[in-house]
């Protein structure tokens, strides 16, 4: 067959316009040329369509005399084009299985939230793993029960009428990518967030209430009255380093306290009641009205006091990070303390404020592709490790 022929025939194959013993010779072609050059298919593909067109002839009966070269190239084509439809659906279906294998690998990578874990120290200095304890009464001290509830709550209750013994103090911490409830022996509700401790009496007595708080809570107040009938007030102290000291004051109130070392200033958001709030380093002191937050820092020895979305505030009780034109390291910290992760910063600083709102469990990585949509910051994930670049 003459060049100019082939170049015909491929031009009526390419229109569609071959008859079947045409297009059979065209394909054969193609199948002779896929086994010498390097082509898509190895040559172990090539023999097995060749294997696959002569079982698809041998599957046929009867193939008469006068039309076996005939009918033998249509079935030649038939099997070719089957074939190659075979090893496109297998590729996809390859490439469908990697797909999952590359997700599953991404999935291995994506860093879960945290949960309910706390540590439970004890007056005698013994520690229990709250988050591994068994749900019921996991100790005893001063007349009281220590319970353990099955929705991650540790309830403080009188277990005898006896005598209780004062200055007996439990501490209760978090760590990174934990949280815990706890109801106190006055029946106060504590929220605590990651990264924090809460040191309490095991029994209040008459007069007073002290509690010492390093890191974030959420505090729902018991009002509680003396012999007089006189209420008992409730104080929170934060003690972290001079300047940052401070006292927080109520008699039945819904609060919240956010005292981190690694942030710049210690803020209590009010949501119910009335608060004071003392500044332990210079002694000023400021009111807090519902929907108000004090803030202390060390560039200040004063209280300062502005106006704040409370709910907002308290979003990470609720489950919540919920991000109103904060700064970025903020942003990070959070993000540092509830996945357990390090936050690495690489290049230019980012002087951009950011908002939004996401469920606190989903995945590190949702949260962050939150905040990259407004492309201002990229995120890289190491183990364990954030890289924050511009």
């Not at 297009?23 to 193609?30: D, I, M, N, T, Y």
């Not at 041998?58 to 074939?83: C, D, M, P, R, Y």
């Not at 095991?202 to 003396?226: H, M, N």
């Amino acid at each position: 067959m003459s060049k100019a022929e082939v170049e015909k025939l491929l031009e009526k194959y390419s229109a569609g316009l071959c008859t079947d013993a045409e297009k059979a010779l065209v394909e054969s072609w193609h199948l002779q040329e896929l086994s010498n050059k390097n082509s898509d298919l190895n040559p172990a593909e090539v023999d097995e369509a060749r294997k696959q067109i002569w079982l698809a002839i041998q599957k046929e009966t009867h193939i008469k005399s006068g039309n076996t070269k005939t009918l033998w190239l249509k079935l030649a084509a038939s099997a070719v084009v089957l074939f190659f439809i075979g090893i496109v659906i297998n590729r996809e279906v390859q490439k469908n299985t990697e797909t999952k294998q590359v997700f599953n690998n991404i999935q291995d990578k994506i860093i879960q939230p945290g949960g309910n874990k706390a540590t439970l120290t004890l007056a005698d200095g013994s520690k229990i793993s709250l988050t591994d304890a068994s749900n019921g009464v996991i100790a005893k001290q001063a007349g009281i029960n220590i319970t353990k509830t099955k929705n991650g709550e540790l309830i403080y209750s009188v277990a005898s009428a006896s005598s209780h013994k004062k200055d007996l103090y439990n501490t209760i911490e978090t760590p990174r990518g934990g949280q815990y409830q706890i109801n106190l022996p006055d029946g106060t509700k504590v929220w605590l967030n990651a990264e924090s401790s809460l040191r309490y009496p095991a029994v209040f007595d008459q007069t007073k209430r002290l509690v010492e708080l390093k890191g974030e809570a959420y505090f729902e107040v018991a009002k509680r009255l003396d012999k007089n009938g006189v209420r008992v007030p409730f104080k929170v102290k934060t003690e972290l380093i001079s300047g940052r000291n401070q006292e927080v004051e109520v008699l039945g109130t819904h609060f919240n306290i956010n005292a981190y070392n690694n942030e710049p200033s210690n803020k209590t958001t009010l949501l119910e009641g009335s608060v004071k709030i003392k500044n332990l380093q210079s002694t000023k002191s400021a009111l807090l009205k519902p929907g108000q937050q004090s803030l202390i820092s060390l560039s200040s020895p004063s209280v300062l006091v502005s106006a704040v979305d409370a709910e907002e505030v308290i979003a990470w009780k609720t489950g919540f990070f919920s991000f109103n034109e904060e700064n970025l390291e903020t942003i990070m910290n959070k993000i540092a303390r509830w996945y357990d992760v390090e936050i690495d910063y690489r290049g230019k600083k980012i002087n951009k404020t950011f908002g939004g709102r996401i469920s606190r469990f989903n995945s590190v990585n949702e949260v962050l592709d939150m905040l990259q949509t407004t492309d201002a910051v990229h995120f890289k994930i190491e183990g364990r490790r954030i890289l924050v670049m511009p």
